[in-house]
């Protein structure tokens, strides 16, 4: 069975960066896989953030994060990323990953905050 874990719990400042890691294990090449990075916040919304296809990696992005998020993929090192920029306060949540239809990651912690 596949498993998710996912690194790169931060506090970062207003403006800041960070990236996210999702490491697959037991999945084979994760090249094959559509995956997705969701955030809840604290009132407990989930949102889809970031997509990437699979063929043809194309991504796509939620409107709040785009131009300020990246999603990637690394099949050699069966690894996941979000790399996250001009980071904003309404940034703060938890992020998992997500393999579909039924793999999750644990989720990691972001907050934004001065």
């Known amino acids: 069975q596949g498993q998710l874990v996912e690194s790169g719990v931060g506090l970062v400042q207003p403006g800041g960066s960070l990236r996210l890691s999702c490491v697959a294990s037991g999945f084979g090449s994760i090249g094959r896989f559509t995956m997705k990075w969701y955030r809840q916040n604290l009132a407990g919304d989930r949102e889809e953030v970031a997509t990437?296809?699979?063929?043809?990696?194309?991504?796509r992005y939620a409107d709040p994060v785009k131009g300020r998020f990246s999603i990637s993929k690394d099949s050699a090192k069966k690894t996941l990323y979000l790399d996250m920029n001009d980071l904003k306060p309404d940034d703060t949540a938890i992020y998992c990953c997500?393999?579909?239809?039924?793999?999750w990651g644990q989720g990691t912690q972001v907050t934004v905050s001065s």
């Open positions: 990437i296809l699979s063929p043809g990696d194309e991504t």
């Open positions: 997500h393999l579909p239809p039924w793999s």
